[in-house]
């Protein structure tokens, strides 16, 4: 059961350059989120996708963008790279955003340098 | 700014002591869930509380919650070397429900 699969793992990028971090949940989870961790902090919430065909803002979206591309694939898109977004970015995904349902699984991370 | 707030940052103990973690945070809440996350993993929930429950077991995991002081603790008995991570409570917030607030987090050392 692999769960909440991101890929790359790792990946280097010059400034100004762009990406696309992809991620796939094979528990048939209404809802997707992506966040980023910053050394020694908790995790802020870039976008989420409460359901299929839906996106909305979390805390910190500036500067990506995301795609749910369908109800397995949740993708976040760095248009124009900073060295600002070098982070750890996690993508996880819950049966329902609110409530009781919204236990968050979360994939193994990418971990993003931007030079 | 962040939701919730964990305290203390670091915790250091000795193999058998109990654990204890607090998370407060600003508005009000539907829930609040607790977060391991290994050095250099994804985290790994650990225990939901609802916003009208006080109290809540999950074998060495012990969760209260009190909605008027806007605060919860984490008591983790006789920890064992394996329960070395961070820590982080989650909550949703008033105004939006559907957002969810991850903490700073607590790293817990348990010394063998």
């Known amino acids: 059961n692999a769960g909440v699969t991101q890929t790359p793992k790792f990946q280097v990028l010059k400034t100004g350059q762009s990406m696309t971090l992809q991620c796939a949940q094979d528990m048939n989870h209404n809802s997707m989120y992506w966040y980023r961790q910053d050394p020694g902090m908790g995790l802020r919430l870039i976008y989420y996708?409460?359901?299929?065909?839906?996106?909305d803002k979390g805390e910190v979206p500036n500067g990506y963008n995301v795609s749910r591309l369908n109800k397995r694939e949740f993708s976040l898109r760095l248009e124009s790279a900073a060295p600002s977004q070098t982070s750890v970015y996690f993508c996880?995904?819950?049966?329902?955003?609110?409530?009781?349902?919204?236990?968050?699984?979360f994939g193994a991370g990418t971990r993003l340098s931007v030079l | 700014s962040q939701q919730g707030e964990e305290d203390p940052q670091a915790l250091s103990i000795q193999e058998g002591e109990n654990a204890t973690m607090n998370c407060s945070y600003k508005t009000s809440i539907n829930n609040l869930q607790w977060y391991r996350q290994n050095s250099g993993r994804g985290l790994v929930h650990l225990i939901l509380?609802?916003?009208?429950?006080r109290e809540k077991h999950s074998g060495r995991l012990r969760v209260t919650l009190d909605t008027s002081k806007k605060s919860s603790s984490l008591l983790i008995t006789a920890s064992r070397a394996a329960d070395t991570a961070s820590y982080f409570c989650a909550t949703d917030a008033e105004g939006n429900f559907n957002k969810f607030y991850f903490g700073s987090g607590t790293k817990l050392n348990v010394k063998p």
């Open positions: 996880a995904s819950s049966e329902e955003t609110g409530g009781a349902k919204n236990i968050q699984y």
């Open positions: 509380i609802r916003s009208n429950e």
């Open positions: 996708s409460a359901s299929e065909g839906t996106t």
